[in-house]
């Protein structure tokens, strides 16, 4: 074959190729609104064990789990031991928020300490395998009603706005309410150790 017919393929194959690769099988179409509503929040008086992130933003907060005996945790694949879990009642307080019926908190594990592979339903450990981290248990959030939430399947919390007040002063309020405990993952046996982790979460006005 010829330089110049070998250019030639080259160039039609190339050619081919790109056609194919700007064919166009469908569209997605994004919509969505920018709003003004923001939402400070805190906890309410019910929640001793949560308190502000230090040197942090409004919205990020320390939950303190405590101290649990690995024998009090509960057995694998359960919903543990409600009991033991600290609550998590949050009160938000939003400006701006006219038009607006509820806010939902939905939670992205994967941008903190992960999901446990041993158990998709609970929050893994910040530096688990690593020594000095308890193994085979993970940190579990209930909802208002102690359901174990799914965190591997994009749990969620909602709560209805209610307005007080009229004009510069109108907040709308609500409260979400939660908890905090650490359950059992996995059939091997827990063992002890540092059981911290981290959970980003996202507010969204509905």
């Known amino acids: 074959m010829s330089k110049s017919l070998k250019g030639l393929l080259a160039l039609a194959i190339t050619a081919a190729a790109a056609n194919s690769a700007m064919a166009a099988d469908g569209t997605i179409t994004f919509t969505g609104e920018i709003i003004a509503a923001s939402c400070t929040l805190g906890a309410t008086g019910s929640s001793p064990s949560v308190t502000p ?9 320390i939950v303190a789990l405590g101290k649990v005996s690995k024998a009090g945790i509960g057995v694998p694949g359960g919903q543990g031991v409600i009991n033991t879990a600290k609550n998590i009642d949050l009160a938000l307080d939003c400006k701006e928020a006219t038009d607006l019926t509820s806010v939902t908190m939905s939670f992205d594990p994967k941008s903190g300490s992960g999901l446990h592979p041993q158990d998709s339903r609970l929050l893994n450990l910040t530096g688990a395998g690593t020594a000095g981290v308890a193994t085979n248990v993970g940190i579990g959030l209930y909802n208002g009603n102690n359901e174990l939430l799914n965190l591997g399947s994009e ?4 709560g209805a706005l209610t307005k007080s007040g009229e004009g510069a002063e109108a907040v709308w309020k609500t409260n979400l309410n939660l908890r905090a405990g650490y359950v059992q993952a996995g059939a091997a046996a827990i063992t002890a150790g540092t059981a911290n982790g981290t959970l980003p979460f996202l507010l969204s006005y509905n």
């Open 53 to 61: 992130g230090e040197g942090a933003k409004d919205k990020n907060l």
């Open 155 to 158: 749990a969620s919390v909602t």
